[in-house]
C-alpha cells in the first residue's frame, strides 16, 4: 500500500493524500478518479510520498487511475508547480486549467482519425497532360498538383471541389504518401536580406536557452521567420509551439502553417475547441506525435516531449493574460518554460510589450529587427487630421471623407478604425438628463440599433429601446455618442454605391461568420470597413490602402498607465494593415491633439521613440516595469465590505511586509459595480520581483486564514494589466 498525492480541482491550496494498492512510481502525472467529501472527484497524482501528513489510517482508497493516457512528465508538473507558485493559485486549480476536461474525465480517447497526405499519383500526372474532358477530379487533381505536390486528406476535402476526393483515390490519379515533416510545401520566397540575417543570428546561437525579441514592423514578415525556423526543428525532430493571441486569428495561421508543411502534424489548441479535439490534440502532443501546436495562451500548458523552440507571436497582445480564474501570463510563461527546456523563445512583435523592449535593451533578451516590409516598398504614411476646427460628419472630417471617395474610385479598400462596437455608446434624454445606466454595473447601456436594443457590454444584460424616457416621459430621447454601427450607416448614406461591411464582435459573433467576413475582404467584395481591434491585427489584405482613425483621442487621457502604450500598439498595429503589397498606404488619424508626442511617434513609425519615452514616464512614476505589482480585488454585494476585507488584508500587510515592499489604500476600482457586484482593490508593490514574491506567498497564508476571507470573493493578480 502506497501514498498517492493528488492535486483536485478546488479552490484550496493544499493535495490530499489517498491509498493505493497497485501503484507505481510511473502513475506519477496520471489522472486518477478519488472520492472527495460524499462524491468523487477527478484530479492528477503529483507524487507518491513515503509518509502522509495525516494518520494514515483516515485515507481513503483512490478509485481508478486512468492508464490508457500516457502520464504527464515531471517537466510538465514542474510547469504547473511553478505557475501555482508564482501566480499563487491552488495547484489543483492550475491543473484543471491545463489539462483538457475530456482527459481528466477519461473519457475515451480516440486515436486521431485517419488523415493521410495526398499526392497525385503518377497516372494522375498523366491525366494532368492527357484528359481532356473536365471534371471536378481533374480540377482538384489541379489544385492538389499547384498545391504544392502533397496535403491533409481533410485539407483537400475542403477545397472548392474538394467532395471529388474519394474519385480522385479511386481513379488512381492521387495515392497517400509518405514525406518527412519538415518537407515544405509549395515554393518558398526569397528571402529578404533582413530576414536572412535574423535567421543566420539565430542559427549561429549555441543549443539551449536564449529568448529573443524579434522587432519586426508591420509586414516584414516575421510569419516567414518563424516558419523558417519551424522547419529547421522539425528537421531535426523537435517540436514547435506557437502561440497566437486570438482565436480570430487561428485559422489563418494554420492554414498558412499547414500549407507549409503538408507532412507534419499540425495541432490547434485552444478554449473554443469542442473537448474531443481538445483533448485529442493534447494527447498526441504529449505522446510526440504532433510536431507543431499552436494555439492561444492555454497552448503553453502543452506538454511536449521533443520540444525544440517556441514562437510567441504579438507578444506585447493583452489576450496573453488570462483575466480571471488563474491569471498567468502566457508569454511569461512560454519564457519560463523555454529555460527550463533549455531551449530558445522568439517573442516577435512590431510594437513590443516596454517589459520585453526594456529587457531587450537591456541584455537580459536578444534583439533582432525587421525594419522593412518584405513585400511593399514603404510603410504607409501617416498623418494626423486636425479635428479643433472641422465640422465632423458624423465624427467623419472632410479629409477623411475625400480620401475614402479617391479609394473608391480606385477600387482599393479603406477601413474606418473604431474601437466601440454598437450603435452609441448612450442613450439620454436632452430634457430632463436621464441616460441608459445598466441596473447591475457602472456602465452605460449600449445603443444597439442593428436589433434595436439597449445592452450593457460587461454584463450582458439587455432590453429594448425605450420609446421615451423613463423618467420624464419626453418622446425625443437620443443616442449620444458614436460606435461601428452608426459610422457604418453613415458611411452607407454618404458612399450608397460602396459596399461596407462592419467588422465587431456583433458581426462576428461565431467562428464562422467571422470566417467569412474574412473571406469577403480578401475577395475584394467589401470597399469599405469599418471595424475595431479586432481588425487591428495579423492580417494581410493586399487591396486594404487606407486606414482612418476614429476616437482614439480618449485613451490619451485614460487614468490607467498601460493606456498610452496600449493606444499606440493598436494605433501602429491598425496603421500596418494599410499598403501592404505593392499598393502605397495611408493612415489617417483624426485627433485634437496633432502635437501629441504619441501621434509624433506614430507618424515617424518610430515606437523605439515611443517607448523610450514610455519608459522614462514610469521610471518617474515608479511605475512597471521597473517595479512589480500585485492587486488584490475583492467583490461583495456591498462596497463597505469589499473594502473592510482589504482594509484587513491590508493591516495584515503592513505586519509582514518586508523592506522594499508598499501597500497602498483599499479603493474601489473605476468600474465599481460589475454584475451586481461592488468591487475593490488593493495595490502592493515592490522594486524586486524576490522581494514581491516572497511577500505575497506569506501574505496569502494569513489572508486565507482570516475569518472575513471566507464571507466574500477576492483574488489575487499577479502582473496585473489593469490597474
Ligand atoms: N521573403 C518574402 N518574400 C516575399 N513576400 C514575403 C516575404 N516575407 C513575407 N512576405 C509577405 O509579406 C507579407 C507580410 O508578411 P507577414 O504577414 O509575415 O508580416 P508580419 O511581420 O507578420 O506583419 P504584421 O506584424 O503586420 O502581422 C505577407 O503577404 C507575406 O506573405
Ligand atoms: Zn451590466
Not at 504529449?286 to 514562437?311: C, K, M, Q, Y
Request: aromatic share 6%; hydrophobic share 45%; with cysteine.
Amino acid at each position: 500500500m502506497r501514498i498517492v498525492r493528488v492535486a483536485l480541482p478546488v479552490p484550496l491550496p493544499q493535495v490530499f493524500d489517498y491509498t493505493a494498492t497497485d501503484v507505481s512510481d510511473t502513475d506519477i502525472g496520471r489522472c486518477v478518479r478519488v472520492p472527495f467529501g460524499k462524491g468523487e472527484k477527478s484530479g492528477l497524482i503529483v507524487a507518491l510520498p513515503p509518509a502522509a501528513e495525516v494518520d494514515p489510517a483516515r485515507l481513503k482508497p483512490v478509485r481508478h487511475i486512468q492508464r490508457e493516457v500516457s502520464a504527464l512528465p515531471a517537466d510538465w508538473l514542474a510547469l504547473v508547480g511553478f505557475t501555482a507558485r508564482y501566480y499563487h493559485a491552488p495547484l489543483g486549480e492550475v491543473i484543471a486549467l491545463a489539462l483538457p476536461p475530456g482527459l481528466r474525465r477519461a473519457d475515451a480517447i480516440a486515436d486521431r482519425d485517419h488523415d493521410p497526405l495526398l499526392a497525385p499519383a503518377v497516372a494522375g500526372l498523366a491525366a494532368l497532360d492527357e484528359v481532356k474532358r473536365d471534371s471536378r477530379a481533374l480540377r482538384l487533381l489541379r489544385a492538389l498538383a499547384g498545391h504544392g505536390g502533397a496535403a491533409r486528406r481533410s485539407i483537400v476535402r475542403a477545397w472548392e471541389d474538394g467532395a471529388a476526393v474519394g474519385e480522385l483515390l479511386r481513379r488512381g490519379w492521387a495515392k497517400e504518401v509518405r514525406r518527412p515533416a519538415a518537407e515544405p510545401g509549395g515554393i518558398l520566397p526569397a528571402l529578404t536580406a533582413e530576414q536572412q540575417a535574423a535567421l543566420d543570428t539565430l542559427a549561429a546561437a549555441p543549443d539551449g536557452f536564449a529568448a529573443w525579441l524579434l522587432q519586426g514592423v508591420t509586414g516584414s514578415g516575421k510569419t516567414e521567420v518563424y516558419l523558417r525556423l519551424a522547419q529547421r526543428e522539425l528537421a531535426a525532430g523537435r517540436q514547435v509551439l506557437m502561440l497566437v493571441p486570438e482565436i480570430a486569428l487561428t485559422p489563418q495561421l494554420e492554414a498558412r502553417v499547414a500549407a507549409r508543411f503538408p507532412a507534419a502534424e499540425v495541432v490547434s489548441l485552444h478554449s473554443a475547441l469542442a473537448e474531443g479535439a481538445r483533448s485529442r490534440g493534447f494527447v498526441r502532443a504529449l505522446e510526440g506525435h504532433a510536431d507543431i501546436v499552436l494555439g492561444t495562451r492555454l497552448a503553453v500548458f502543452a506538454p511536449l516531449p521533443r520540444l525544440g523552440l517556441i514562437l510567441v507571436d504579438e507578444e506585447h497582445d493583452a489576450s496573453y493574460k488570462q483575466q480571471e480564474g488563474v491569471r498567468y501570463s502566457a508569454r511569461d510563461l512560454a519564457v519560463w518554460r523555454a529555460r527550463q527546456r533549455a531551449v530558445p523563445v522568439v517573442l516577435g512583435s512590431a510594437t513590443p510589450s516596454l517589459e520585453s523592449w526594456q529587457h531587450a535593451r537591456g541584455g537580459r533578451y536578444r534583439h533582432l529587427v525587421l525594419a522593412h516590409r518584405a513585400l511593399a516598398s514603404a510603410l504607409p504614411t501617416v498623418r494626423c487630421v486636425d479635428t479643433r476646427r472641422l465640422k465632423l460628419d458624423e465624427g467623419l472630417s472632410p479629409a477623411l471623407q475625400a480620401a475614402i471617395g479617391e479609394r473608391l474610385a480606385r477600387g482599393e479598400q479603406s477601413l474606418v478604425f473604431l474601437n466601440r462596437r454598437g450603435y452609441a455608446p448612450v442613450l439620454s434624454c436632452p430634457a430632463c438628463g436621464w441616460v441608459s445606466t445598466c441596473p447591475h454595473c457602472t456602465a452605460n447601456l449600449v445603443v444597439h440599433l442593428a436589433d434595436r436594443r439597449v445592452r450593457c457590454h460587461h454584463c450582458g444584460c439587455d432590453g429594448p429601446i425605450p420609446r421615451a424616457c423613463p423618467s420624464c416621459g419626453n418622446q425625443d430621447i437620443q443616442p449620444f455618442g458614436r460606435g461601428t454601427q452608426r459610422i457604418e450607416a453613415r458611411l452607407g448614406e454618404l458612399f450608397p454605391e460602396a459596399r461596407v461591411l462592419r467588422i465587431d464582435r456583433d458581426s462576428a459573433r461565431t467562428r464562422a461568420q467571422w470566417e467569412a467576413l474574412l473571406a469577403t475582404i480578401a475577395a475584394g467584395e467589401a470597399d469599405i470597413l469599418v471595424g475595431t481591434q479586432m481588425m487591428a491585427k495579423g492580417h494581410d489584405f493586399p487591396k486594404l490602402t487606407l486606414v482612418g482613425v476614429v476616437g482614439a483621442d480618449a485613451s490619451l487621457h485614460a487614468a490607467d498607465f498601460r493606456a498610452p502604450e496600449r493606444l499606440f500598439q493598436q494605433l501602429m498595429q491598425v496603421g500596418g494593415r494599410a499598403g501592404r503589397a505593392q499598393l502605397p498606404g495611408e493612415v489617417l488619424i483624426q485627433t485634437e491633439y496633432p502635437e501629441h508626442p504619441l501621434y509624433r511617434c506614430l507618424a515617424r513609425h518610430d515606437f523605439d521613440a515611443f517607448a523610450a519615452l514610455a519608459l522614462e514616464e514610469r521610471r518617474q512614476a515608479g511605475f512597471p516595469p521597473l517595479t512589480h505589482q500585485a492587486m488584490l480585488r475583492a467583490d461583495s454585494p456591498a462596497l463597505d465590505d469589499a473594502v473592510a476585507f482589504l482594509r484587513e488584508a491590508a493591516r495584515v500587510a503592513a505586519q509582514c511586509a518586508p523592506e522594499g515592499l508598499q501597500v497602498y489604500d483599499p479603493v474601489p476600482m473605476r468600474m465599481t459595480r460589475l454584475a451586481r457586484r461592488e468591487r475593490a482593490q488593493l495595490l502592493v508593490e515592490a522594486g524586486e520581483r524576490g522581494v514581491l514574491q516572497g511577500f505575497l506567498g506569506e501574505w496569502m497564508t494569513a489572508l486565507r486564514a482570516l475569518r472575513t476571507a471566507r464571507e466574500l470573493r477576492w483574488n489575487l493578480d499577479v502582473d496585473p494589466l489593469e490597474v
